[in-house]
């Protein structure tokens, strides 16, 4: 089992900045590849980012140049660094994992990822 624990979320303006933290524990973590996802109100759980074990890093269109996804192996921890925050990124922020070498054609796929965290919330005003 791995547990998963998101923090960071919160209330922020348009234009704005927020870190996403995932502290995860229970298996060796530097075995998983990690992702991010979001769910807004009313749509489902899109893809957001993910980190493979060893930092390659890949994102959806609408984030990127603006989102950096990251991992730290001896915190065994990922992170979202989030800027030019647009309201139409208000939604729930998951991390989910999977033990995974590399990232495949799967780490798109909310159903690939075998762990998940409870989410945080993230509000961007206009």
């Known amino acids: 089992q791995v547990q998963l624990v998101e923090s960071g979320g919160g209330l922020v303006q348009a234009g704005g900045s927020l870190r996403l933290s995932c502290a995860a524990s229970?298996?060796?973590?530097?075995?998983?590849?990690m992702g991010w996802f979001r769910q807004a109100p009313g749509k489902e759980r899109e893809f957001v980012a993910a980190?493979?074990?060893?930092?390659?890093?890949f994102y959806t269109d609408s984030v990127k140049g603006r989102f950096t996804i990251s991992r730290d192996n001896t915190k065994n921890s990922i992170y979202l660094q989030m800027n030019s925050l647009k309201p139409e990124d208000t939604a729930v922020f998951y991390c989910?994992?999977?033990?995974?070498?590399?990232?495949?054609?799967?780490?798109?796929?909310?159903?690939?990822?075998?762990?998940w965290g409870q989410g945080t919330q993230v509000t961007v005003s206009s």
């Open positions: 229970g298996r060796t973590f530097s075995n998983y590849a």
């Open positions: 980190v493979s074990r060893n930092g390659n890093a």
């Open positions: 989910a994992a999977k033990q995974a070498a590399f990232l495949g054609d799967w780490f798109q796929k909310s159903s690939s990822y075998e762990y």
